[in-house]
């Protein structure tokens, strides 16, 4: 690792990957810092992204960091403490001390998805415990499934994957839902289960039951919306702060469609700054993001 990079990618992700290819190919020196800590490690595929379907998420990211190198970017394994202002650009400050310096920023950091205390919704997450209907709909398809409400989104997420299933339960885990929503869920055939849920039931490394305080349910998948937060916390020098998503999903770090936040020199792409977005959605968005960095080098060098 060099004392100084054009741009510092933080997060080495699809997103940030696909913005430091396009910023090696533009003859930038760029340093990727990777915490290593994907939020789709868990799921043995990706969906939805065309010429790749279903390719392992680790496969994705070993042919991506082979592309970035290919060009001259660098690549450190690290995870990031702070970032200060430095002069007119910055120093990124990494956990085990060392410090690099950079005239511009990218954060890719991903984010965490926050899971009700329930036991066995952590083990089973990303396997036959899902959140999106597109990247995990069609594998546990005509399949007994239980949504697991934690919000306003529950409802919505009911309806979906009732779509792929005609065995869909509504676990209302003392929630309430409006007249017009217990229409709408039993339209599509979702019924509602009352009471508070207690734990999964697994079996031979599988969901087999959901149990609440006074029965048990069988299941074979769950499907639960959760609280997303962006990782962003080592941006606080810097005054750049996560805020509460306008769907009330969780928190992001809010940047207008190029990437470029409300701090200059420092731009966000990803699910840091798009909860909702898929691998193909964040790859889009990292690369936008490097031509925009890359254009604003050109314009102020």
Known sequence: MNDAYEVVVIGGGAAGLSGALMLARSRRSVLVIDAGQPRNAPAEGIHGLLGREGMSPLELLVRGRDEVRG???????????????????????????????????????GLVDELPAIPGLRERWGRDVVHCPYCHGWEIRDQAIGVLATGPMSVHQALLFSQLSD??????????FAAEQREQLASR????????????????????????????????????ATRMVARAGFLADLGLKTVEHPTGMGEHIP???????????????????????????????????????NADLVMNP
């Open 255 to 293: 940047a207008d469609p190029t990437g470029r936040t409300e701090v200059p020199g420092v731009w966000a792409a990803g699910n840091v700054a798009d909860l909702s977005a898929q691998v193909g959605a964040a790859a889009a968005a990292g690369a936008m993001a490097g031509a925009q960095i």
């Open 189 to 224: 055939g979702v019924e509602i289960v009352t009471g508070e849920v207690a734990r999964l039931e697994i079996e031979d490394d599988r969901i087999a039951a959901v149990r609440l305080e006074n029965k048990t349910v069988k299941r074979q998948a769950i499907a639960v």
């Open 167 to 176: 065995d869909v339960i509504l676990f209302a885990n003392g929630h309430e």
């Open 71 to 109: 060009y001259g970017g660098e690549i450190e394994d690290g995870e990031v403490a702070s970032v200060a202002r430095d002069g007119d650009g910055f120093e990124v400050s990494l956990a085990d001390g060392r410090h690099v310096r950079a005239r511009r920023l990218l954060v890719t950091a």
